[in-house]
């Protein structure tokens, strides 16, 4: 019996003493390192991913502004304007769209050259942004076109401010070249619906203003002369 013991007492301590014993095992060991750089290359990764995401809309920005005026183009006021009415069609608000077509810009482009043109423009806009509030929209939709998103306007709301916004600007003067020049714009309103289309609206709009610039034709050749001018043979 007490053979027995001193056998079983010999195993235990041979145990005891093996190499490695009650030591952490090697594979573990590499999985808690494999699982710190795991965890470093994610942070690394998602890093890059905010960077890519960050200049992805640096790019989108860019592409849908107008980098002389910087104001929307006519893709950036486009998206505006679908996401307007998509919030129109959802909470039965309401809106209006002006398309405004600035007159005599070709003549001054023609005889003063492109940067007095650039003046013109940059003035106009900044009539219309001091007319606008900061939740409506304003965009250029080509040279010399430009068009308003305005929130929460009846439609006699926003003829008057069609009318309004024709006044100011028609109350501008430049002078180049030492020549005193004028300029104006054209008006033309539609109302967003919860019927409304992007593309449709825009159309509206647009003929809306091409009527009224040959009406403000109109006006200017039938305007009233003065006593003295009628006496005048």
Do not use: C
């Not at 014993?21 to 699982?35: C, D, F, T, V």
């Not at 996401?83 to 069609?89: E, T």
């Amino acid at each position: 019996m007490k053979k027995k013991t001193r056998v079983m007492e010999s195993r235990s301590k041979r145990r005891r003493s093996a190499p490695g014993n009650g030591k952490a095992h090697p594979r573990h060991g590499a999985g808690l390192a494999g699982g710190s750089g795991a965890k470093a290359e994610i942070r690394r990764l998602k890093a890059q991913l905010a960077k890519a995401l960050a200049r992805i809309e640096q790019l989108q920005a860019a592409a849908e502004t107008d980098f002389l005026l910087e104001i929307p183009n006519r893709r950036g006021f486009e998206r505006e304007l679908g996401r307007a009415i998509s919030y129109i069609q959802r909470y039965h608000a309401s809106g209006a769209l002006i398309v405004l077509d600035v007159d005599r810009l070709k003549p001054i482009n023609d005889n003063f050259g492109h940067a007095a043109g650039d003046e013109v423009l940059k003035a106009i806009v900044a009539v219309l942004s001091r007319q606008i509030r900061s939740s409506d929209v304003i965009g250029r939709l080509g040279g010399d076109e430009f068009a308003l998103l305005l929130w929460n306007l009846s439609e006699t709301d926003a003829r008057a401010k069609a009318a309004a916004l024709e006044e100011d600007i028609d109350r501008l003067s430049f002078a180049f070249a030492g020549e005193a020049v004028a300029t104006g714009v054209s008006a033309g309103v539609a109302i967003l619906t919860a019927h409304s289309d992007a593309a449709r609206a825009l159309g509206d709009a647009d003929r809306a203003m091409y009527l009224r610039k040959a009406q403000r034709r109109h006006e200017v050749f039938d305007r009233p002369r003065s006593p003295d001018s009628r006496a005048a043979p």
